[in-house]
């Protein structure tokens, strides 16, 4: 199975990364400053913080991705659940949770898988 896509719009956004956020198996942020450098590096804001700036920014992107092996394509590996901010330093926001419960939020919150 390839990586799975659903559509994560604003309005459903903030109640699917809280939900993620509270089962999750990790956070993690980091930021993309082209005038330091073009690789993400660290960063000192926290994960509600950066979730804060994406709820008020109007250009931050969201998404919600399972992603499977390259080598074994029925074995998920992880899902990708976060944002991205429009800002000039752009801020990422990067949620691990169960797989079998990233399915369970998909359906809960009716998100319409990509293809």
Avoid at 14 to 34: G, H, P, Y
Avoid at 79 to 84: A, K, N, Q, Y
């Amino acid at each position: 199975m390839q990586d799975v896509f659903f559509q994560l719009s604003r309005s459903k956004a903030k109640k699917v990364i809280q939900e993620a956020m509270a089962i999750s198996k990790s956070i993690s942020v980091d930021e993309l400053d082209c005038s330091k450098s073009y690789a993400r590096q660290p960063t000192l804001k926290t994960s509600d913080e950066i979730f804060d700036m994406a709820l008020k920014d109007k250009v931050s992107f969201w998404y919600f991705a399972i992603r499977y092996s390259l080598n074994d394509k029925n074995k998920p590996l992880k899902t990708d659940i976060g944002l991205s901010t429009g800002s000039a330093v752009v801020y990422f926001l990067w949620i691990d949770i169960d797989v079998k419960e990233a399915y369970k939020i998909a359906e809960k919150y009716k998100l319409k898988l990509l293809r």
